[in-house]
């Protein structure tokens, strides 16, 4: 009796010990990240302080405090006192914490490089085309990188267990049965990828390009692993496979600058003094905010059997100011028109016969009649 009492007395001193242990492991490692990130926090409130530390802050300060108690606790592991069985399922739940929350601390120091990428370059900046190119291949390295770090996770938590070790090296000997099966299954998936891989680096689109698709005008909002989403001007969303960008043709207005060319289309009759319209066209866009002063030219470009064509071209630095001030101009040009020349508007022109056998004739008839 008093062997079995002392062996259960020494059970629960050895899960008390084990309690403790693993409490005071807990609480040192949140003890130590409070510590550091409270010193941290004060110094990101100073007015001179760089903007790496306030990000560190933002997105660290939630992933340390589950990384450093895991941290602290597997140093304090060896002092444990539990038998060979139990010890060996704490350590493998404590390696896999520390695995899984290293993780998500380097899934949250890529948004800290993110941030300090985005406060160096700027997008919404003019003539953005260097930092449209750097963003649209940083978003997709940045996902990439995610996803590495995520799969090695889990692979190690994995393969830190004997079975799922001996599984993968069956799976191993037969990868190449396994490979051309999940080929022919994921073909298009596999095509989109490597479709992003293709846009993210000759990129023929970048985040913020204005395109022109499926009949469409809108600007690129997303790039993902398998799709690019468009936002249309009336704030819907054209949502197209990677592989789109790669197989059909469309219009990107934003390739190589983001200065337009606008196109106005005036209608008028063939007495219009097509010299007072093209000064009149000068003088509206001369002291317009949304005219960039580069080109400014009205000419006639075609003459049907009712009205004359007359084209207004002005430039404007993008497609949504070029659409603006087309809107603009061709609305001065008609009030123009219609104050000045009324008359010049297009009318439908009808010539009377008025030969004279005809009116004699009449006039023959009506003499007969009376």
Known sequence: ??????????????????????????????????????????????????????SIVKHLNQPSAFFFPVLVLSFMLPLVPLTARPFEVLR?????????????GLVKTVNVIEDLVLHHYRLDEENNFRVRKLFTQLQFVRKVVVSLIIFVAVALVLMSFATVRKIGTGLLTSAGI???????????SIGNLLAGFQLAFTQP????????????????????????????????????????????PFQNWTRNTSQLIGTVFVYTDYSIPVDAVRAELKNIVTDHPLWDKRVCVLQVTDSKERTMELRALVSAGDAGRAFDLRC?????????IQQNYPGSLPKTRSVVDTDERMLSASSGVSGEIA
């Open 92 to 104: 493998r739940v404590v390696e896999t914490s520390l695995i899984m929350t290293f993780a998500w």
């Open 1 to 54: 009796m008093k062997d079995m009492s002392w062996e259960i007395s020494f059970q629960w001193r050895e899960i008390l010990t084990t309690l403790g242990i693993l409490a005071g492991g807990l609480a040192g490692g949140l003890i130590l990240k409070y510590l550091l990130f409270g010193a941290l926090r004060r110094y990101a409130k100073r007015p001179d302080s760089p903007l790496l530390i306030q």
């Open 205 to 248: 689109i970048r985040l913020d390009d204005v395109l022109v698709v499926e009949g469409e005008w809108g600007k690129v909002e997303e790039i993902t692993f398998t799709y690019v989403v468009v936002r249309i001007w009336d704030e819907r969303r054209l949502v197209l496979p990677l592989t789109y960008f790669i197989e059909k």
């Open 178 to 188: 396994a490979s051309v099966i999940v080929g022919f299954a994921a073909q298009r």
């Open 328 to 336: 603009h101009v061709r609305e001065k040009l008609v009030a123009f």
